[in-house]
């Protein structure tokens, strides 16, 4: 949490960062004092997602001396709409590399230790020894576990947020003293019921609310100032512009944090969380896809097949847009035209499935 080092042992601001955080300096709350902490704060950032992405150009533009940083993926063009701390050209770079530059152009003196690498239960426990505070940025169940219980088993505050369409959630666990995550969420939601971004969507400015309340959250346990989102949920709700906030206590009966704890070591988060705990393509449960250029080719031939089309209304705007206009030439079939009896293709496959 806020440093442990005594006011002489701080490092110290050169002139250059003295200008640079003047409007800092001349706050009462932060000070010379505070600005030192900054400087010597260790902050590891979950992810350069929607929620890394102004956490991590905001606590790097504030001065935090060491950002550590993970991330294995690449920038994607549907990435752009939220994740600003990438650009158009970094589209097909490492998010890490895209993420790094940009840091280093807003605040050279920031240290960026970078982690390519998917966090996992093998090497959490390492990354997070070089840190004091876990910001957690992630967009799936599985990590958001894995961080709540290594947080806890490093006695490290985890500033939590999570987003939804609307919607969105911060909080500050695994405190001392605090509620965790598994306080409230015991555990994770049956696989496939709660949809991912991906699947059901988020308002692209939704993720810099959130992870700015984030980025405060951890500006604040640095400075050791101001009251934090300990033992409190804050819900966000940006169509209503409503911020409620729930109590939280910590469960003696928590798994993880209670006063006789079950799980004492890091765990298989994938399969705790079922195979849909993460982003990743909806084809998970075992039926084969084909592509709309093999349909195409199909149709092409005149085979004769029923074809069910399944799309939903926006992805069928985007074949009248062109983007799938092979599918466009579809004939579709009506519910009393399926023939419960009729066989599958040869090759066992179904007639055709989603796109
Ligand atoms: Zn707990």
Same mark, same amino acid.
């Given at each position: ?14 002139? %250059? ?44 533009? =504030? ?60 090497? /959490? ?49 695994? /405190? ?22 991906? %699947? ?5 400015? *939704? ?7 984030? /980025?405060? %959250? ?10 934090? *989102?300990?033992?409190? *949920? ?14 939280? !206590? ?38 084969? %896809? ?16 029923? *074809?069910?089309?399944? +799309? ?7 074949? !009248?847009?062109?983007?799938?206009? /092979? ?6 079939? +009506? ?15 179904? =007639?055709?499935?989603?796109?």
């Amino acid at each position: 949490m806020a440093t442990t080092l005594a006011p002489d042992q701080l490092p110290a601001l050169n002139n %250059e960062e003295i200008l640079r955080y003047s409007r800092h300096l001349i706050m009462p709350e932060v000070g010379m004092e505070g600005q030192q902490k900054l400087k010597a704060a260790r902050v590891l950032c979950i992810g350069t997602g929607g929620l890394g992405s102004p956490l991590a150009l905001y606590l790097a533009a =504030a001065g935090v001396g060491t950002l550590g940083l993970v991330d294995f993926d690449v920038v994607d063009f549907t990435n752009l709409q939220r994740q600003i701390i990438h650009f158009t050209d970094d589209v097909g770079r490492p998010k890490l590399e895209s993420a790094r530059q940009k840091i280093a152009a807003i605040n050279p003196f920031v240290n960026v230790k970078p982690f390519e690498t998917k966090l996992t239960s093998q090497n /959490a426990l390492q990354i997070f020894s070089d840190f004091d505070i876990i910001v957690d940025g992630t967009d799936n169940f599985p990590t958001r576990f894995l961080v709540n219980d290594a947080c806890v088993f490093t006695g490290k505050p985890n500033v939590y947020g999570s987003i939804f369409r609307f919607e969105g959630q911060a909080s500050v666990f695994a /405190a001392k003293d605090g509620p965790c995550y598994r306080c409230l969420y015991p555990e994770p939601p049956p696989p496939g019921l709660v949809p991912s971004c991906a %699947e059901g969507g988020v308002l692209g400015i *939704l993720p810099g609310l959130v992870g700015l309340i984030q /980025a405060t %959250e951890a500006i604040k346990l640095i400075l050791g100032s101001g009251n934090p *989102l300990i033992g409190r *949920l804050l819900l966000v709700d940006a169509l209503g512009m409503k911020f409620r906030e729930l109590k939280l !206590r910590k469960n003696p009966e928590c798994v993880v944090c209670g006063t006789h704890p079950t799980v004492t070591k890091l765990i298989d988060y994938e399969e705790f969380c079922g195979l849909r705990g993460q982003e990743q393509p909806v084809n998970q449960n075992g039926v084969p %896809e084909i592509t709309v250029e093999e349909l195409k080719q199909r149709m092409d031939a005149k085979q004769d097949f029923v *074809l069910l089309d399944v +799309r939903s209304p926006a992805e069928h705007d985007e074949v !009248r847009k062109g983007r799938f206009c /092979a599918a466009g030439c579809a004939r579709t079939a +009506r519910i009393p035209d399926l023939q419960p009896q009729r066989p599958t293709d040869p090759a066992g496959r179904p =007639a055709a499935s989603r796109q």
